[in-house]
């Protein structure tokens, strides 16, 4: 077996990132109301991107007999660590791999997961749910969440990534990074003034059925104002029980996430009362495509013209 030392860096934002999460204590303490909610003495669990473990440790605490506490990264050596010490290692199995690489050799009754991005989609929570669902849910067991809505709006707010790069620095032309900056998604905190029209649900994906990773979005809004639209706000809203939802909406009471704005590579202006077309795609959270459309003008933009792949060494 090859032990590998992490660099102070890495260690540090490693710790520094899960240290958000359970900072926020509406998103963590709904997941344990969830599980509570759900999880029943003698119960088998499945918690995938288990992280610091908090979720598996809710669940052998409200009963379950055996978790599976899925992370393919590094801190699955912390939640190892924090299990033993909190008296929990006896009932939770850890498996340090991709959930879609994982084994199990039992059925389980219930599946967790926390593995929403900005726009509830984008850690590749649609296919890995399916997976886990396929492979190792009973027939009668339960998802937590159960499902999750992307929400959207067109927005007007100022975005300074693409004009920095336009300008040339140093005497060298850096106008190519403008067109990645403007084909990528990014987290934001997103005013509710900034909202040119009022949020719309554009999708809704529930994960207890069949999903193959690929989601297409889309919503027809009336702008509410005179405005020049930027760009898209993106956010979620994931029902973890029938009685229990967390969101991300603005004004935001989840700190640990932000939303997500999808910006265009040229504003469309618009009058009070326009219809607009919103349209986002991706497959399983990897590539992303969104349009933004009037009667008059139409923007497109891709993850595709994106980051460039790396060159093969």
């Known amino acids: 077996m090859r032990f590998r030392k992490l660099s102070n860096a890495s260690a540090v934002d490693i710790l520094?990132?899960?240290?958000?999460?359970?900072?926020?204590?509406?998103?963590?303490?709904?997941?344990?109301?969830?599980?509570?909610?759900t999880v029943r003495a003698n119960n088998v669990v499945a918690d995938i991107g288990c992280g610091s473990g908090i979720l598996s440790f809710f669940a052998a605490r409200a009963g379950a007999k055996r978790v599976y506490a899925i992370e393919e990264g590094p801190v699955?050596?912390?939640?190892?660590?924090?299990?033993?010490?909190?008296?929990?290692?006896?009932?939770?199995?850890?498996?340090?791999?991709?959930?879609?690489?994982?084994?199990?050799?039992?059925?389980?009754?219930?599946?967790?997961?926390e593995?929403?991005?900005?726009?509830?989609?984008?850690?590749?929570?649609?296919?890995?749910?399916?997976?886990?669902?396929?492979?190792?849910?009973?027939e009668d067991g339960v998802i937590i969440p159960q499902s999750i809505d992307m929400i959207v709006a067109p927005v007007d707010l100022h975005f300074d990534d693409?004009?920095?790069?336009?300008?040339?620095?140093?005497?060298?032309?850096f106008s190519r990074a403008r067109e990645y900056a403007t084909n990528m998604f990014h987290p934001l905190d997103i005013s509710e003034a900034s909202f040119v029209a009022a949020p719309a649900i554009a999708a809704h994906v529930d994960l207890r059925h069949a999903n193959d990773g690929a989601v297409h979005a889309t919503a027809r809004v009336q702008s509410m104002r005179g405005a020049t639209i930027t760009g898209i706000g993106v956010w979620f809203r994931a029902q973890l029980t029938n009685?229990?939802?967390?969101?991300?909406?603005?004004?935001?009471?989840?700190?640990?996430?932000?939303?997500?704005?999808?910006?265009?590579?040229?504003?469309?202006?618009?009058?009070r009362g326009d219809e607009i077309a919103i349209d986002v795609q991706t497959f399983d959270g990897m590539e992303w495509k969104w349009s933004i459309a009037t009667s008059n003008e139409r923007a497109e933009q891709s993850t595709m013209s994106a980051f460039p792949l790396l060159t093969p060494r």
């Open 76 to 113: 699955i050596e912390l939640a190892r660590t924090l299990a033993k010490e909190n008296g929990l290692a006896d009932r939770i199995v850890f498996i340090n791999a991709l959930s879609l690489d994982a084994t199990i050799d039992e059925k389980v009754d219930v599946i967790v997961t």
């Open 115 to 138: 593995t929403m991005g900005n726009t509830g989609l984008d850690e590749h929570i649609v296919r890995a749910v399916d997976d886990a669902r396929r492979r190792w849910l009973r």
């Open 162 to 173: 693409p004009s920095f790069w336009s300008a040339t620095r140093y005497e060298i032309d």
């Open 243 to 271: 009685a229990l939802a967390l969101s991300n909406q603005p004004p935001n009471a989840c700190p640990s996430w932000k939303q997500s704005f999808l910006p265009i590579g040229s504003a469309i202006h618009v009058a």
């Open 16 to 37: 520094r990132f899960h240290r958000s999460l359970l900072a926020d204590t509406v998103r963590t303490e709904t997941y344990r109301k969830a599980i509570e909610a």
